[in-house]
């Protein structure tokens, strides 16, 4: 079993800068794949980014490259999604989601079995 804890959400203006972080329990992060995906109301969730389980990939939506960064800290068991340049588009609520049998591809929701209970983000124009 692996727990996700998601924090970070919040008001921010268009332009405007978050960090989320997601807090692993259960399970090291550095033997699993962790995503973050997004759902905006009345859309189906969406990948955004994922690492994998060593960090040595990183892959990304196109609507986010560029602008969102994801990183981990194997110490702390948790993993960050750095979001700059916020467009009110970005407005949903952000989930991660834990992978422990390292499946391809990351950016599949059914590449995933644990997901936490999401964070807000809401960008005003």
């Known amino acids: 079993q692996v727990q996700l804890v998601e924090s970070g959400g919040g008001l921010v203006q268009a332009g405007g800068s978050l960090r989320l972080s997601c807090a692993a329990s259960?399970?090291?992060?550095?033997?699993?794949?962790i995503g973050w995906f997004r759902q905006a109301p009345g859309k189906e969730r969406e990948f955004v980014a994922a690492?994998?389980?060593?960090?040595?990939?990183?892959s990304y939506a196109d609507s986010v490259q560029g602008r969102f960064t994801i990183s981990k800290v194997n110490a702390k068991n948790t993993v960050y999604l750095q979001m700059n340049s916020l467009k009110p588009e970005d407005t949903a609520v952000y989930y991660c989601?834990?992978?422990?049998?390292?499946?391809?591809?990351?950016?599949?929701?059914?590449?995933?079995?644990?997901w936490g209970q999401g964070t807000q983000v809401t960008v005003s124009s």
């Open positions: 989601a834990a992978d422990p049998t390292l499946r391809r591809p990351r950016n599949l929701l059914t590449s995933y079995d644990y």
């Open positions: 259960g399970r090291a992060i550095s033997s699993t794949n």
């Open positions: 690492i994998s389980w060593s960090g040595g990939s990183t």
